[in-house]
């Protein structure tokens, strides 16, 4: 049995009706599902992946993230599940402000652990990243990042409240993580955790905003490097 979607199935009309405090409900949540060509080793899926499929299924998965995001809005308590397998990157993949979560219902990129790869096989260009965040209260958690500049790039001024959490860095040019700031965002934080990094540059370069008296927070837990 695919138990994690027989779960998500089971838990999404749930989630649709959770309150998020007196006199209001949460947002309706949407999975969105993403296969390869295979069904080997996967944990979400039931079918490979095609463009064409709607991805709102396990049977009918997207064959790319990118094609998810270009197809959807992705809003609060949606879930995108990527499934075990190489997904080559021929040029960032851009998750933008058109997308993000809330702050008690964030919005969550799945992967199936070291077994969901995102390759960007550029490792020279300045900015080659495999995946790039400008969107808000965004979790990213269970993918394998390499072959690119830096792995994943978050970009402080429109990623309040990023978590990075179990995912894999290596074999990447400058850096694994890498939040940059051009000292204009507001008070943001990031938490950064359970992650392994290596054969890579720097683990994380994380540049604080310039501005205000505090600057950004960075939680950062139990990464192995």
Known sequence: MNT???????????LALAWAGPGALTCPATNHYVNDASTNGDVFCSAPGLDSNDGLTAGRPKASLAAVLAS?????????FVD???YTCLSNIVIDSRHGGSWDQPLLF???GRSTFLVRQNSNATNACCLLLEAAFVN???????GARVGLCVNA?????????????????????????TG?????SFYIARNLFFDTGDCMRLEADRTDGGGDQFDVYNNTA
């Open 72 to 80: 959807s809005t992705l809003g609060p308590a949606d879930t995108v």
């Open 140 to 146: 990213i958690d269970g993918f394998v990042f390499t």
């Open 110 to 112: 799945q992967g199936a």
């Open 4 to 14: 994690h979607a027989f779960a998500s199935r089971i838990l999404a009309p749930l």
């Open 157 to 181: 001024e429109a990623s309040t409240r990023a978590h990075v959490t179990g995912c894999v860095f290596k074999g990447n040019r400058k850096a694994g993580i890498e939040v940059f700031s």
């Open 84 to 86: 075990a397998g190489s």
């Open 184 to 188: 204009t965002s507001s008070y943001n």
